[in-house]
């Protein structure tokens, strides 16, 4: 059972960064692709980025030359860099775990296919 815990959310001004956290209980570097999605309230929870276990990495055309998900298997780290933020970037962001057992991704992970989650960290970007 791999568990989550997320950091490094807050509020920044428009065209500001901010870099996400997320701890693993274990390491993740044997099976698991991992992600980082977002939900804003009354609307679906969207994947933002992913990271595959060959290092392959899937974002959301919405980030895409924005964000840089990397992870550090040594520390059990997955972080997320938020460069060029927009108000619309404003949402509580998850990390997420996925066991693929040796298969890679050959697009953006589903989300049924994530079976861990953290319990967030919100970003806030003011105009």
């Known amino acids: 059972q791999v568990q989550l815990v997320e950091s490094g959310g807050g509020s920044v001004q428009s065209g500001g960064s901010l870099r996400l956290s997320c701890a693993a209980s274990?390491?993740?570097?044997?099976?698991?692709?991992m992600g980082w999605f977002r939900q804003v309230p009354g609307k679906e929870r969207e994947g933002v980025a992913a990271?595959?276990?060959?290092?392959?990495?899937f974002y959301a055309n919405s980030v895409k030359g924005r964000f840089t998900i990397s992870e550090d298997n040594a520390k059990k780290m997955v972080y997320l860099q938020m460069n060029s933020l927009k108000p619309e970037d404003t949402a509580m962001y998850y990390c997420?775990?996925?066991?693929?057992?040796?298969?890679?991704?050959?697009?953006?992970?589903?989300?049924?296919?994530?079976?861990?989650w953290g319990q967030g960290t919100q970003v806030t970007v003011a105009s």
């Open positions: 997420a775990a996925a066991y693929s057992g040796g298969s890679y991704y050959t697009r953006f992970p589903p989300e049924t296919d994530f079976g861990y």
């Open positions: 274990e390491s993740t570097n044997h099976g698991y692709c």
């Open positions: 990271i595959d276990i060959d290092g392959t990495t």
